[in-house]
């Protein structure tokens, strides 16, 4: 599957049907007329390579490279300048403002095809820059980007039982800002994150230079199958953690040893069936690995968030704003499966997974989920001995 993005950037439409044309198999293009268009569009879209105009009216190819090298979330991007003349002054001013490489006017398809394909191998190159597995199990600092509040406080209650100190960040700007201010052992990564992707996210520090780009980096997210996690050993991941997290496993992979995922955690998780409201085993672990007052501590952050999520998908369903339907639901489906309330969570994953079910049908499913809170933390309560 090719996952480059390329952004064309030229007031001339002839100019971006040549560049389309030669560059359309070589990945997802897109293209703006203007500075201040490439910008909102390249903050969208996080593009890996950048054909740029050198002259355009109101901002010009210099202005916007400074301000797209100046953004920590798109500095991974190659930009090769296009221009009508190949001045020395020009050629430098570009490199000087980040550019990767100069091309001038009239446009040769091969030689963009050529240009933009070094640009993607150095990208790949860069991102792949694995760090040697060494075993660490001693405390660590640990960045946890997490956006969401009960994973970030279940996560950090298992690494500090392990003496670790551990960081936090909520968006992908954020994790990328500290990544280049701290220098940490290992990052705990989540897949889906508000602003950007965490394949997005580790891109960005694996282009950091020194041993930055070497830290030892783990995916934490709940899609885990086995394309995913091609998916993400290509972006140069470490390690993969399914949520929801089994505390030893996650150990074993913060100190660097290899664990290999059996075939049932890569798969759909196993409901139980319709008349099953929680996951005793689940449970046991979480009763093996917090004390009675954590436990009544996590419950009630549990609580909190699910119902806020409830609540945010009844005002996304009455908007029918698919988007929101589907970041509230995995993130939903993610915290009710850290509590093992499987039957909530399996209508959480169709909500997730079906972004194109019929309206009513999804309002359908919000109601269940409602009414199936009360019931289920009733069950939960009981299942972790827990007394209102």
């Known amino acids: 599957m090719n996952h480059n993005n390329i952004l064309i950037v030229d007031d001339e439409p002839a100019n971006i049907q040549v560049l389309f044309a030669a560059l359309q198999k070589m990945g997802t293009v897109q293209f703006a007329t203007n500075g201040k268009k490439a910008l909102e569009i390249a903050n969208q879209t996080c593009p890996d390579v950048i054909l740029l105009d050198y002259f355009m009216p109101e901002m010009d190819g210099l202005e916007v490279c400074k301000a797209i090298k100046e953004d920590p979330r798109l500095t991974h991007a190659q930009i090769i300048f296009v221009s009508g003349s190949c001045e020395v002054g020009e050629v430098e001013a570009a490199l000087d403002a980040g550019a990767f490489d100069f091309m001038t006017k009239p446009i040769v398809p091969k030689l963009a095809q050529r240009k933009v394909e070094i640009a993607i191998t150095l990208n790949n190159d860069t991102q792949k820059t694995i760090p040697e597995t060494v075993i660490n199990n001693g405390p660590q600092s640990i960045l946890l980007v997490e956006d969401g509040a009960i994973n970030r406080e279940i996560i950090s209650v ?204 999804k309002e359908r499913l919000v109601n269940i989920l409602n009414e199936q809170f009360a019931p289920s933390l009733k069950a939960l309560l009981g299942a972790l001995d827990i007394q209102e």
Not at 263 to 279: F, R, T, V
Not at 316 to 336: F, M
């Open 158 to 361: 298992i690494l500090e039982t392990d003496k670790h100190i551990v960081d936090m960040a909520e968006t992908g700007i954020e994790a990328i800002a500290k990544a280049e201010e701290n220098d940490y052992d290992c990052i705990l990564l989540d897949i889906h994150l508000p602003d950007m992707t965490g394949l997005k996210v580790i891109g960005h520090i694996r282009a950091l230079s020194g041993k930055k780009a070497k830290t030892r980096i783990i995916a934490v997210t709940g899609d885990v199958t086995a394309e995913n996690i091609d998916d993400y050993k290509d972006a140069s991941f470490d390690a993969v953690c399914p949520k929801p997290v089994n505390p030893e496993m996650l150990k074993a992979m913060v100190s660097g040893k290899n664990v290999i995922l059996k075939d049932d955690l890569m798969s759909a998780p196993d409901l139980g069936g319709p008349n099953l409201l929680i996951a005793q085993d689940r449970i046991n672990i979480l009763k093996d690995t917090y004390t009675e007052t954590r436990l009544r501590g996590l419950y009630t952050l549990f609580e909190k968030e699910v119902r806020s999520y409830l609540t945010a998908l009844k005002i996304a369903t009455a908007n029918q704003n698919t988007d929101d339907i589907n970041r509230t639901s995995h993130r939903l489906k993610s915290a009710l499966g850290h509590f093992a309330c499987v039957r909530m969570q399996s209508i959480a994953i169709i909500l997730n997974k079906e972004p194109d079910l019929p309206h009513p049908e």
